[in-house]
């Protein structure tokens, strides 16, 4: 596995030289844990957005968007739990003056006894070949028991501390662990402190005793709050889901991951609301959904897994993470809740407002339940950048860096390149590109040596490089060359538009 570090080195610095992502106020040195997204970036990002929410409000009929402020009623935070319970438990080492969060500090020793478990794994899988069965393997070896033994014992203990808010006791288990500060190596480590995540701001036309606001954490408050407005003016019938994405803000205690863990940050979040006592059929409908919508993309199985909870929000009776295999490790990208009522009840509570549906099918009124499926935009651009960024090294001795994107989220889908700037080359080109761009985003360009030119390409992912030469004027059909597998082949002119979609 590349180290952490490593790996936010070269992805940061490549997101960076080719103008997908920078560092927010770079000109004034920065700002912690901000980003901004450059013209490919934001490329990227936009199809992703896009590609969800097709998938959700297009081949879903019973799932429509909304678009939310960021601003709302102070009292929606009340009624949610985010301004009482809305906190990471923070710990600092005294040596390094570095903070941590105390849950993650456990969960990354956790995830090293995994570590040891997956090794056992590989060396039998070489000691045994192809005979290798891995469950037997599992169920059997002393040690893999053992160390599985440690793991459940842990997650037990860590799951009950967390529920039980103990803060004393997630110190004393970091104590116990012998957990050391990654920095000064010491177990030097101050109490743990409860530390709200929310941003608060001021807002002149609110009274005096109530004029603070946050900054939304979550998109979903906008989709609850608006339940009743979408349900009615869309004459909507249960079970239905409202889709949004936007922005939202949380004051991260730990902040050196790139756009992992963001202090602003954009979601995209769907709520489903359905019938009490089918929302758990509901829940592991839209599990198998979301990862559906992963594996579309083409990203192999093996780098998702789901991770269900342990510690269950208070708002939830069943919570699972959809997981990515980033290059430091599995971590979440997406969460999927069940809600149970507990949104709606609150805000029907705190505004005084009947928040119920009349099921006409079972002549009853309720409040419904709620199934929520969140997503990550930025922490899946990186799930997707990272999994793209490739270093090969090529027969000729040679290195190339080359972004394997997913063909639809490509900043551009192709470019057209004239061999030569002349005999007429670069016009041919140009009018072939013009010809693209109402289908596709086409790049023009003839800068530089057609190689030069096609690492370029490589390294903002651009699927198709069209290259247009001599025998081009001669019978109108051009080279098509492939970013993956470097390969080229002649089409005719008349032909790319169809074989651009088809490939
Ligand atoms: P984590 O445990 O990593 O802090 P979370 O469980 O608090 O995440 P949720 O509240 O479930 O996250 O938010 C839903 C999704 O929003 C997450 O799966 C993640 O993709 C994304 N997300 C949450 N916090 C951040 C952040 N600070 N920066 C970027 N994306 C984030």
């Known amino acids: ?182 920095i000064s190596g010491s177990r030097n480590w101050t109490d743990v402190r409860q530390f709200n995540l929310m941003f608060a701001t001021k807002m002149g036309s609110l009274s005096e005793e109530s ?117 430091f490790g599995f971590k979440e990208l997406e969460g999927i809740h069940s809600r149970t009522d507990f949104d709606l009840k609150r805000h029907q509570e705190y505004s005084g407002k009947k928040i119920q549906y009349f099921d006409s099918e079972i002549n009853e009124s309720y409040t419904p339940y709620c199934v929520e499926t969140s997503i990550g935009l930025d922490r899946t651009f990186l799930a997707v950048f990272s999994y793209a960024y490739t270093e090969e090294k090529l027969e000729d001795g040679s290195q190339r860096v080359v972004l394997k994107l997913p063909k639809i989220l490509a900043p551009y889908r192709c470019a057209v390149l004239p061999l030569v700037n002349k005999d007429g080359l670069p016009e041919k080109a140009k009018q072939i590109c013009e010809d693209l761009r109402s289908s596709f985003r086409t790049h023009y360009e003839e800068k530089d040596t057609i190689g030069k030119r096609y690492r370029r390409h490589d390294a903002i992912g651009t699927p198709f490089c069209i290259t247009v030469d001599t025998q081009t004027m001669e019978d109108e059909s051009v080279t098509v060359r492939h970013r993956d597998t470097m390969q080229q082949e002649r089409i005719h002119i008349s032909q790319l538009k169809n074989y651009i979609i088809e490939q």
């Open 211 to 327: 004029d603070v606001i946050y900054l939304r954490p979550e998109t979903a408050q906008g989709i609850f709050v608006n339940y009743l407005n979408v349900q009615k003016t869309g004459r909507m019938k249960i079970p239905f889901g409202i889709a949004q994405i936007g922005k939202a803000f949380r004051n991260e205690i730990v902040a050196r991951q790139f756009i992992f863990r963001m202090r602003e940050f954009e979601q995209m979040e769907m709520e489903f609301f359905c019938r009490p006592g089918t929302e758990m059929q509901w829940f592991e409908y839209w599990k198998q959904e979301r990862l559906n919508w992963h594996l579309s993309l083409g990203i192999p199985k093996e780098k998702y897994r789901y991770h269900d909870h342990e510690k269950l929000a208070h708002y939830a009776n069943a919570a699972t993470d959809i997981e990515f295999e980033f290059p």
């Open 1 to 182: 596995m590349v180290s952490t570090e490593d790996f936010f080195k070269k992805i940061t610095s490549h997101a960076k030289e080719y103008g997908f992502v920078f560092p927010s106020s770079e000109l004034y040195d920065g700002l912690s844990a901000v980003y901004d997204y450059g013209p490919n970036g934001v490329e990227l990002k936009n199809n992703i957005k896009n590609y969800w929410w097709k998938f959700m409000t297009q081949m879903h009929e019973n799932i429509v968007g909304i678009d939310s402020a960021v601003f709302m009623h102070p009292k929606i935070w009340k009624a949610s739990g985010h301004v009482d319970a809305f906190n990471d438990p923070l710990i600092d080492n005294k040596d390094s003056k570095k903070r941590y969060r105390a849950d993650v500090l456990i969960e990354d020793h956790i995830a090293k006894i995994e570590e040891k478990i997956n090794k056992e794994v590989a060396k039998a899988q070489k000691r045994f070949g192809d005979g290798f069965n891995m469950e037997q393997f599992l169920a059997t070896s002393e040690r893999v028991k053992g160390y599985q033994a440690q793991i459940d014992d842990l997650r037990k203990r860590f799951a009950d501390l967390m529920n039980a808010n103990d803060l004393k006791g997630l110190k004393d288990l970091i104590i116990e662990l012998g957990i050391v500060c990654p």
